[in-house]
């Protein structure tokens, strides 16, 4: 009894009132963004240099280069947001494995280098077969890396819209249309129409089932939860109504119509403004998806 009693009462209250406002703002928006570029073009490298190796292999050094940008501004915006940013490297050395980020930030350490080793060998050693493997590897850890945020999200309690399969598919589907739209404005006339047609396919579907996604949340989602319901009022004819459809038309509506232009014509020069469209759209989507849900008070 004794014990409990001094425990009780050198209790040290750290946090006892909500946060106000929004905490996840822009920095996380840039966080996502960026990362789905850095993981997409690995997918999109893989997808080029097992269907079409000889036509491609240009791509390997500035695909790898645009990642590893990609990714340390992803990591940058990542360590920036952390409320003791100097302590971020408590995360490896006090690691916390139930925590997504724990998770996200040893995997994206890995993928790190991996990328960081793909460099080193197709730029210094001018070895390609060593790139491919290790390619092979940073493709199967770019999976978990671009989902982490989604398990992130998932975590947050009272959030009912941020559910980890529905995220989950978005992440994956956001790094496809990244990794196509930058594919193709980097390849630009250097690939061939059967190329550009099927960076332009995976562009278009992306596009289209992260569009289906986000209509079926705004149909569907109301009926599950009240929260839910709530939330949507901002984009249904609320303050963020007029940026949340910008977003849909960039980067999924947009893209979609020009894919299917530009495979019926047989014509491929508006593929780089769908590239374009996208990129800018995905942005715009993702933050209003981010923001919304933190306007609702939880207490």
Not at 40 to 66: D, H, M, N, Q, S
Not at 74 to 96: A, E, S
Not at 114 to 139: H, P, Q, R, S
Request: one cysteine or more; hydrophobic letters at 60%.
């Amino acid at each position: 009894m004794a014990h409990e009693i001094i425990a009780a009462t050198n209790a040290i209250v750290t946090l006892d009132v909500a946060l106000p406002g929004i905490v996840w703002g822009w920095i996380i928006t840039m966080n996502m963004w960026a990362k789905s570029i850095g993981t997409g073009i690995i997918f999109l490298t893989f997808f080029l240099l097992k269907k079409y190796p000889i036509e491609t292999g240009f791509i390997r050094f500035p695909a790898v280069v645009i990642s590893i940008v990609t990714i340390h501004l992803f990591l940058f915006f990542t360590v920036i947001d952390l409320h003791q940013m100097f302590r971020f490297w408590h995360i490896f050395f006090y690691p916390h494995m139930t925590s997504a980020i724990t998770v996200g930030a040893w995997m994206a350490t890995g993928f790190v280098g991996l990328i960081l080793g793909m460099a080193y060998f197709i730029y210094l050693k001018k070895d390609e077969a060593m790139y491919d493997k290790l390619l092979n590897y940073t493709v199967v850890l770019a999976i978990p890396v671009t989902l982490y945020t989604a398990g992130l999200m998932a975590q947050s309690t009272a959030r009912e819209l941020w559910q980890m399969p529905t995220e989950s598919a978005q992440m994956i589907l956001a790094a496809l249309l990244a990794g196509s739209a930058t594919m193709l404005l980097m390849g630009g006339n250097k690939f061939s129409d059967e190329i550009k047609k099927d960076l332009g396919i995976i562009l278009g579907l992306s596009a289209l089932a992260a569009f289906i996604l986000y209509m079926a949340e705004i149909i569907f989602g109301p009926m599950k939860a009240e929260e839910v319901a709530a939330v949507l009022e901002y984009i249904k004819g609320g303050e963020y109504t007029i940026m949340f459809w910008m977003g849909q038309l960039l980067a999924f509506i947009v893209p979609m119509v020009l894919v299917c232009m530009s495979i019926t014509k047989k014509s491929y020069y508006l593929l780089k403004v769908a590239a374009i469209s996208a990129l800018i759209g995905l942005w715009i989507s993702k933050h209003v998806w981010l923001v919304i849900p933190q306007l609702l008070s939880m207490s």
